[in-house]
């Protein structure tokens, strides 16, 4: 794991240092009754039961207190209400409001990921003199506020860099055209979808174990073959691990039975 700036002994601002890449929330819905899912590392074909609070599902202190508990929140809150709402059945096709914060979802676990790949170094601002007197207390408070600040060396956060960055991407594409992206439902019966770390390449977005969105696709259920195509995909698609909530009901291979 990358190397991250720490806080303060016992973290008095109580900043994010384990940062979630899919919202906590969302790899919940995937949990057993014991309260963990199955996942499997990918490289070393390692099979586990992990918590959603797991380090592997997290990346250290990779964005700013901003981008975790600012317009990364919002994002996120504004995407679980419509999940709450597939996952109780309330809702089984999308409204023509709720494309846009499924959108912005996918688009922020799609960055998240690409920048805990590559994690920032801090930036040195040239001409830029930092206050001596801003001590790692003094930094701490501003992050906590959502304040950009310079370190006393001249340099800017590598990590409130990536804040930007993750917030520069997002608007980025909403204004190429992903304002206009419009996702269908897909619903399993008793199979189930795997999640993969990340869909870096194609807009799918795994809801619950029998739930999952995709782009530019219509509401349906799926076959057998057709579950099994999406998580062929998905395996293609994880770079470090993919995880799921019952192995044995998520078909995989052609023709292969829940």
Same mark, same amino acid.
């Given at each position: 794991?990358?190397?991250?700036?720490?806080?303060?002994?016992?973290?008095?601002?109580?900043?994010?240092?384990?940062?979630?890449?899919?919202?906590?929330?969302?790899?919940?819905?995937?949990? &057993?009754?014991?309260? *963990?899912?199955?996942?499997?590392?990918?490289?070393?074909?390692?099979?586990?039961?992990?918590?959603?609070?797991?380090? /592997?599902?997290?990346?250290?202190?990779?964005?700013?207190?901003?981008?975790?508990?600012?317009?990364?929140?919002?994002?996120?809150?504004?995407?679980?209400?419509?999940?709450?709402?597939?996952?109780?059945?309330?809702?089984?096709?999308?409204? %023509?409001?709720?494309?846009?914060?499924?959108?912005?979802?996918?688009?922020?676990?799609? $960055?998240?990921? *690409?920048? %805990?790949?590559?994690?920032?170094?801090?930036?040195?601002?040239?001409?830029?003199?930092?206050?001596?007197?801003?001590? *790692?207390?003094?930094?701490?408070? /501003?992050?906590?506020?959502? =304040?950009?600040?310079?370190?006393?060396? &001249?340099?800017?956060?590598?990590?409130?860099?990536?804040?930007?960055?993750?917030?520069?991407?997002?608007?980025?594409?909403?204004?190429?055209?992903?304002?206009?992206?419009?996702? &269908?439902?897909?619903?399993? &019966?008793?199979?189930?979808?795997?999640?993969?770390?990340?869909?870096?390449?194609?807009?799918?977005?795994?809801?619950?174990?029998?739930?999952?969105?995709?782009?530019?696709?219509?509401?349906?259920? *799926?076959?057998?073959?057709?579950?099994?195509?999406?998580?062929?995909?998905?395996?293609? %698609?994880?770079?470090? $691990?993919?995880? =799921?909530?019952?192995?044995?009901?998520?078909?995989?291979?052609?023709?292969?039975?829940?």
């Amino acid at each position: 794991m990358a190397r991250y700036e720490r806080t303060q002994p016992g973290n008095p601002h109580q900043l994010t240092i384990r940062q979630h890449l899919l919202p906590s929330r969302t790899i919940s819905r995937f949990c &057993g009754r014991d309260g *963990l899912v199955h996942m499997r590392l990918s490289e070393r074909a390692v099979e586990l039961r992990l918590r959603p609070d797991n380090h /592997l599902f997290c990346t250290m202190r990779s964005w700013d207190q901003r981008a975790e508990s600012g317009f990364g929140k919002a994002i996120e809150d504004g995407y679980q209400v419509i999940a709450d709402r597939l996952v109780s059945r309330s809702l089984t096709s999308l409204a %023509a409001d709720m494309h846009g914060a499924i959108t912005e979802m996918y688009l922020l676990w799609r $960055y998240r990921c *690409l920048r %805990a790949r590559d994690p920032l170094p801090d930036l040195a601002i040239n001409g830029v003199t930092g206050n001596p007197d801003l001590d *790692l207390d003094a930094q701490e408070q /501003l992050e906590k506020s959502r =304040v950009m600040f310079i370190k006393p060396d &001249g340099t800017l956060p590598g990590r409130v860099v990536a804040g930007m960055m993750l917030q520069s991407a997002i608007d980025s594409d909403w204004e190429s055209g992903a304002h206009a992206m419009r996702w &269908g439902v897909f619903s399993s &019966g008793e199979l189930e979808f795997l999640v993969p770390d990340a869909f870096i390449d194609q807009p799918i977005l795994p809801v619950a174990p029998g739930i999952c969105l995709a782009a530019g696709a219509s509401d349906a259920e *799926l076959t057998l073959e057709e579950v099994a195509r999406v998580n062929r995909e998905a395996v293609r %698609a994880a770079s470090k $691990y993919w995880f =799921v909530h019952d192995v044995v009901r998520c078909p995989v291979m052609r023709a292969t039975a829940p």
